[in-house]
């Protein structure tokens, strides 16, 4: 980061380090996304990409298809919320991967009001809907393990 990096920037880029560590709990062959949800500093939630409690963990199909039931770390990381005391109003979302429409609609009626994210998704119709909502959506690009701070 350059001498513009702000105290917020930088637990930003901290936060968003833990899921992208997080990710690795992913059995996902395709694609490892992780994500925390944070709330007064506190990480209230964690998920990763994988299928649902009770289910074998294997993501992709025989044909290298990623299945139909596997959930997103951002979903599994609300719905982790959702079991405990917690609540994710105001909360905000780290994740590794830019968020997908099915997402972004979680994470609206969720009440998070901040998603911080790594790497741009091909598809950007979720980011988009998330900026209609009013949300703020922050890229964190890590070039060379410098964090660049991208406002959407
Ligand atoms: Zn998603």
């Not at 880029?13 to 949800?37: D, H, K, T």
């Not at 979680?106 to 998704?121: A, C, M």
């Not at 988009?128 to 690009?141: F, M, S, T, V, W």
């Amino acid at each position: 980061m350059d001498s513009t990096v702000t105290k917020k920037d930088l637990l930003d880029s901290r936060y968003l380090r833990m899921a992208q560590i997080w990710a690795e709990n992913s059995y996902c062959q395709r694609r490892q996304v992780g994500a925390i949800i944070v709330k007064d500093k506190m990480i209230i939630s964690d998920g990763y990409n994988g299928t649902p409690v009770g289910f074998e963990n294997v993501c992709e199909d025989e044909n290298d298809h990623t299945k139909a039931y596997v959930l997103h770390a951002e979903a599994n990381a609300i719905t982790k919320v959702a079991q405990s005391n917690n609540s994710s109003y105001g909360a905000t979302l780290y994740v590794t991967t830019s968020p997908c429409i099915e997402c972004s609609k979680l994470i609206i009626q969720s009440g998070i009001k901040r998603v911080v994210f790594g790497e741009y998704y091909r598809i950007t119709d979720g980011v988009e809907l998330l900026k209609r909502a009013g949300i703020e959506c922050i890229q964190l690009e890590c070039v060379d393990g410098k964090y660049i701070r991208k406002e959407l």
